[in-house]
């Protein structure tokens, strides 16, 4: 059945009319992946239903094993996606695998069992417990809810001996329209069918979006008033804009995908390397996070690894990885981009673990915390394990001596400088190249004395233009705050790349800002030196570099600068590129 629109659906914020009556109807909402797709619009079928008061079971520890044993099928098949599957997908895919498998999840849902619920109700009631703190933590653990509710649903079919619930696959391109889509459904998308993705909630960095990103698929998020629209209704969506045209004119809705499917064309034979138009060189470079997408990642044409994820290797594990386990690991990340003989060494950009929050370590458990994201995460894991931190630079340090490398070492979530010092120490000590992310307000304000203590640094746009707005990244109504586009976050950068300038030290930029050709160019033109994201986004990075000289990426810079809205900083950037 197709969705009605509701009084908070619709606002002169989320649509334009037009006094014309034969106009069509346009809805706005924050643009993620660009291009242009015209297709009739497909809703998701519904999810499976709960279930009704049941009878105590008659033998409890028989219905504690059948659940804990439905919840390890779930998290299984997970796995077996995210290893068949690459960048950001795989990587969400692998969180919500652990979290079928959460202890205190299936504690909760046992204890409900042995106090008389059926493996089923059981399920429900632990996950509306778990829903409501997430919810109350906010933050990237609010971002958990949706998973969340899938693992439930996956768990309920595995129980009941049904199919695995999911989006049904088109036979005919469409435009998917949703509340909002799990990282199990979203990663399973073609791409050839579903031309283009809008949801009625997320933002720009949520994992809907920027799985849509990896897969190439226009994309709008925060579109408020979408549930106005029915199945089948055909709709022009242009991600570019931010714009959702409903009931478009055909001819001209064919002619504007013509054109995106032109450029895309242009773009599809870009194959590197990264360079403007008048000779300035760009690192473009991918985000990884095992040897299977680092493999896939050398199908792209990217110079390197900007942002090797290591934690995946540690979410899942009641223990942690000993040295010859992650020596292996790190190695193979290493030598899918060994060079060929007479070709220069890759970049290979390594972060230490990024845990807690939304990533919880099993063997480092740091209790519950009243905010999680503003917790004990990323670098702040090793202050209460400080051999968890050593053990894993050993066994980086060990991967390249064996590979013949120089990786570049750089720590999660620094906040000062004397972290960026402390952890320079131990990277230098083993030989190898030692960075930070600078993903926190602070530490880009301090940029000048973090730089002084490292040989490089790496923007994560996601989390800085979280925290530098006070914004949810999953919060629908919070949208237009957490635009990488926002000029307070765009002048946090420009703070760093200019450090970077100063001191003659590399500036990358590994978040998903630098999959945006047109803030590539704006990146590039305050001084940012390498841009890492999903491969599939290198492409249109590079080819957008590629037809600009650098004095117009400073232009397009200062312009953006210039204004105080996010909207208007992407329409000067635009206009100073193409001056």
């Known amino acids: 059945m197709a969705p009605h629109a509701t009084a908070n659906d619709l606002s002169s914020a989320d649509v334009t009319t037009s006094t014309d009556p034969a106009a069509p109807t346009v809805l706005t909402g ?23 008061p049941g009878t105590p079971p008659a033998d409890v520890e028989a219905e504690c094993a059948r659940f804990v044993a439905a919840a390890a099928a779930v998290a299984d098949r997970l796995r077996a996606r995210a290893s068949a599957g690459t960048g950001v997908a795989s990587e969400v895919l692998s969180a919500t695998a652990a979290l079928a498998q959460d202890r205190g999840w299936i504690s909760s849902a046992e204890k409900l069992i042995r106090a008389g619920s059926p493996a089923p109700n059981a399920a429900v009631d632990a996950t509306e417990q778990f829903v409501a703190m997430f919810t109350k933590l906010g ?26 619930p999911g989006l049904a696959q088109p036979d005919h391109e469409v ?13 399973g998308l073609d791409p050839a069918l579903v031309r283009g993705l809008a949801t009625r909630l997320g933002g720009p960095t949520s994992h809907t979006a920027i799985i849509a990103r990896q897969l190439g698929i226009p994309c709008v998020v925060a579109v408020g008033a979408l549930t106005s629209v029915a199945a089948g209704t055909p709709v022009m969506l242009d991600g570019e804009a931010g714009t959702v045209t409903v009931g478009p004119d055909a001819e001209t809705a064919r002619t504007a995908v013509a054109r995106s499917r032109d450029a895309a064309e242009l773009v599809s034979r870009w194959n590197g390397p990264g360079r403007t138009a008048d000779g300035l060189d760009v690192s473009i470079l991918a985000n990884v996070q095992d040897g299977t997408s680092a493999r896939s990642a050398t199908d792209f044409p990217v ?29 193979e990340v290493i030598e899918a981009f060994v060079p060929s003989a007479g070709e220069p060494d890759a970049k290979i950009v390594i972060r230490t673990l990024d845990a807690g929050s939304d990533k919880p370590l099993l063997f480092a458990d740091n209790g519950t915390e009243a905010n999680p994201a503003l917790g004990v995460r990323g670098l702040r894991v ?28 750089m720590a999660p979530m620094v906040a000062t400088a004397t972290e960026a010092r402390d952890f320079a120490a131990k990277v230098r000590a083993r030989g190898l190249i030692a960075g930070v992310m600078i993903e926190i307000p602070s530490a880009a304000l301090l940029a000048p004395s973090i730089l002084a203590e490292v040989d490089f640094v790496s923007i994560g746009t996601n989390d800085l233009t979280q925290y530098t707005m006070a914004a949810d990244r999953m919060s629908a109504e919070l949208a237009y705050l957490t635009d990488p586009w926002q000029p307070a976050v765009l002048a946090l950068i420009n703070m760093v ?15 998903e800002a630098a999959a945006d050709p047109l803030l590539a160019c704006v990146l590039v033109g305050m001084g940012a030196t390498s841009l890492s994201s999903a491969p599939a986004a290198a492409a249109g990075v590079g080819a957008a570099l590629g037809q600009v000289s650098t004095a117009q990426c400073r232009a397009a810079a200062q312009a953006a600068l210039a204004t105080a809205d996010p909207a208007d900083a992407r329409a000067a950037a635009a206009a100073a590129l193409h001056a």
């Open 30 to 52: 924050t643009p993620v992946v660009s291009g242009v797709a015209f297709a009739p619009v497909m809703w998701p079928g519904e999810r499976p239903a709960l279930p009704g």
């Open 139 to 164: 933050g990237l653990m609010a971002e958990r809810v949706t998973d969340l509710l899938d693992v439930r649903d996956r768990v309920l079919a595995e129980l009941a001996g049904d199919p695995e």
């Open 175 to 187: 435009i998917l329209f949703a509340d909002d889509l799990a990282p199990a459904d979203t990663s």
């Open 303 to 331: 110079q390197g690894i900007g942002l090797f994820r290591t934690e995946l290797a540690f979410l899942d594990r009641a223990k942690e990885p000993d040295a010859a386990e992650q020596t292996a690991l790190y190695r």
């Open 382 to 409: 090793a202050f209460g394990n400080p051999g968890l931190l050593d053990r894993q630079l050993d066994a980086i340090a060990a991967a390249a001596e064996a590979t013949g490398s120089s990786p570049w070492v």
């Open 497 to 511: 790349a200019s450090a970077g300038s100063a001191t003659g030290k590399s500036v990358g930029v590994c978040g």
